[in-house]
């Protein structure tokens, strides 16, 4: 437990690596911006490791280090975690929900808005299931999913929550490298998503370039079985990557992302889409539905980098 000594400085640091800055996670934490600083460098001195590139200037002041970057969505699931414990232990009889979803969605996409949900029902204790594993929902005591599929499940009811679209992104430096058309992707490593490999309905550089009616040329780079970390891996500047249009938003909006080709005309509309999921054979209660609810919503407000238009593909 001598471990939980520093949990002031993984506040911080699970703040600011989400703001990109030290004064706004010192707005969220009620402090000053030199105690959060203060925080994560005693952080980084007892870890013996850097957490965090500060430059003087740029779009993004402060940058994640790789090992920053590999251990934040543990920080985020572990306090999810730690306020959940709280939450039962000042509210007993508080009703509870189980949502579970890829690790993927749960680091790029909803861990960020937890706290909006906490706020607003602070008597509902939500447990967060994460597994890249079908589970049996029933079985496992969950009451309503996320899952990225045609919407179509065995013993599980379902109901649209977001489409996606999908269009190459890289960091910023690989833009400023002169990357702009895609007929240049030979000439940069790019970036494959292993993830769901075995289903032929997933977006791939091959079904990217077939919507955009092109050639696609011999590619070399990196294959990666995680989306989180393919995205980490682009934020890094290791390739150009093919962003799934939700999980890239918060990166996009930060800057840690850019889309090299615009998002006017080079993307394309996935075959799969995030859909609510819950057992069939089990009622959906006043909390369930609550979060059902508010899940829609925050669909709702996630950003769309794309023209809504049509497009094959």
Known sequence: MHRLT?????????????????????????????????????????LGIKLFVRSQSGQS??????????????????????????????????????????????????????????????????????????MDYQA????????????????????LLM????FPVCAPELQHQGLSDPGQLADYPVLYDMSVANNPAYPSWQSWHQSQQLTQPKLNGLK?????????AAIRGQGVALGREVLVSEDIQSGNLVCPFGTDSFWMTSAMAYYLVWPDNKP????????????????????????ARSKSG
Request: glycine content about 6%.
């Open 6 to 46: 520093h949990l002031n400085g993984i506040r911080a640091f699970e703040a600011a690596a989400r703001h990109k800055s030290f004064a706004l996670a010192a707005q969220e934490l009620n402090v000053t911006p030199a105690a959060v600083g203060q925080q994560v460098r005693q952080l980084e001195d007892w």
């Open 61 to 134: 002041r402060l940058t994640l280090t790789p090992e920053a970057e590999t251990a934040l969505p543990e920080f985020q699931q572990g306090l999810a975690h730690l306020t959940q414990g709280l939450d039962l232990l000042k509210s007993p009889g508080s009703e509870q929900v189980t949502l579970a979803l890829s690790p993927s969605i749960a680091s790029k996409w909803l861990m960020p808005k937890l706290a909006e949900f906490q706020q607003r029902y602070p008597d509902i204790s939500l447990n967060i299931d994460t597994s890249i594993q079908l």
């Open 140 to 159: 496992a005591g969950i009451d309503i999913g996320i899952r990225y599929g045609q919407g179509d499940w065995p013993a599980l009811d379902s109901c």
């Open 163 to 166: 489409k996606e679209r999908v």
């Open 224 to 232: 990666i079985n995680s989306s989180a970390d393919l995205i980490d």
């Open 284 to 307: 959906i209660t006043r909390v369930v539905e609550l979060l059902k609810e508010w899940l829609i919503e925050q669909a709702r407000l996630t950003p769309k980098y794309c023209e």
